[in-house]
């Protein structure tokens, strides 16, 4: 019977634990941008999101093509949005498919439909929040993580100024 207490004491110590990612031993590999996608890792650089829109029709897309998906058109530019959105879909990565991600498993991959680019969607992690806090619906807004001197990813952090 004494022994119990222990027992008690140590489960909430471990979920405690294992709540939140730990990013910062995980090396990400670096994207490598090509013709279509150099714009948006420009921007990203300078901490802008900047998306695709079809300039005949006005409809945002990403990841970047090179024709409209809307209407085919293909005159198309980078222009800034907000980075302010919401999580779309989401997953929680349980297991380490890439070995460099293992420290931070387990983690959310969020999806997020920004407010200026409906339709458009973005693949990032959530930061910052234990992986639980990934839910559908929730506000969030766009933190930019310099990989090196070139690349640098937009990810997402909860909405600081959700109700
Ligand atoms: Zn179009």
């Not at 489960?11 to 150099?38: F, G, Q």
């Not at 409906?118 to 992986?131: F, S, W």
């Not at 506000?139 to 690349?151: A, C, T």
Request: glycine share 4%; with cysteine; net charge negative.
């Amino acid at each position: 019977m004494s022994e119990e207490p222990l027992t008690w004491l140590r489960v909430p110590n471990i979920l405690a634990r294992v709540t939140m990612s730990d990013w910062s031993e995980v090396t990400r590999p670096i994207p490598v941008p090509n013709e279509w996608t150099k714009p948006f890792w420009e921007a990203a650089r300078r901490e802008v999101l900047a998306l695709q829109r079809c300039q005949a029709c006005g409809h945002f897309q990403h990841p970047p093509y090179a024709t409209c998906v809307s209407c085919m058109a293909i005159d198309l530019a980078f222009e800034p949005v907000s980075g302010k959105g919401a999580i779309y879909a989401y997953t929680v990565m349980y297991h380490a498919g890439d070995r460099r991600f293992a420290a931070a498993v387990p983690y959310a991959s969020i999806v997020v439909e920004l407010d200026d680019a409906p339709g458009a969607l973005l693949a990032a992690n959530l930061l910052e929040v234990p992986y639980t806090e990934a839910k559908v619906g929730r506000r969030v807004e766009v933190v930019f993580e310099p990989l090196n001197d070139d690349i640098t990813l937009p990810q997402f952090r909860l909405a600081r100024d959700a109700k």
